[in-house]
């Protein structure tokens, strides 16, 4: 499920700036980028670019979708465009019923449905970096309380905050020192 996680932050962080990126993914996901090409995904919002392939299209539409659903923002279309995707094929296979658990229980089978539904069963961990200028700043927290992406972002975070406590209090802090020190 890892390899999951880690595609989808390139999902979710895949811009229309970025075609670059959108290459890596088709080169590394071949069967995402066909499985894509099945649903019919809303435009991207503002970006014409004719020049894009349809592959290219399709991912940075998924890449919009996935935004969408991450932050907490889905609409009418985009809550259709996710049950297509797990439900595109009647597959009794996939649907199934824990007796125990008293639940459904689902069973993708491409790589798309895998994606969604792993974002779907984690979206409390769909986080987005605390650090404001992470480049990939959407990913999946590995536990509950994360708020950075990763060890480099967190420790900027702490060498700013370490930074800002300094200019505050610093100087208070080294004249209270230094007249502690003279008193003994």
């Known amino acids: 499920m890892e390899d ?22 088709q ?8 499985e894509v090409s099945k649903f019919d995904l809303p435009p991207i919002g ?14 940075m539409s998924l890449g919009q979708l ?15 465009k996710v049950r297509s995707i797990l439900f595109l094929v009647h597959d009794p296979d996939k ?6 658990s008293r639940k459904i229980t689902y069973t993708p089978s491409t790589t798309l449905e895998k994606a969604v539904y792993f974002l779907i069963q984690h979206a409390d961990r769909a986080k987005r970096c605390a650090n404001m200028e992470c480049l990939h700043p959407l990913f999946i927290a590995t536990r509950p309380n994360e708020r950075y992406c990763s060890e480099a972002c ?19 802090w080294l004249k209270a020192k ?3 020190r003279r008193k003994k």
């Open 46 to 59: 503002g970006v014409t670019a004719s020049t894009w392939t349809k592959p290219t299209r399709n991912l």
């Open 154 to 172: 967190s420790d900027n975070a702490q060498r700013l905050a370490k930074m800002n406590w300094w200019k505050e209090k610093g100087a208070k």
């Open 27 to 34: 080169k590394k996901w071949p069967d995402l980028v066909e």
């Open 4 to 25: 999951v996680a880690k595609l989808l932050r390139e999902i979710a962080n895949l811009y229309p700036s970025n075609e670059v990126a959108a290459e890596k993914i």
């Open 95 to 100: 649907l199934g019923i824990d007796w125990k």
């Open 178 to 180: 230094k007249s502690s």
């Open 66 to 80: 996935t935004r969408s659903f991450w932050l907490g923002l889905p609409d009418p279309e985009t809550d259709g």
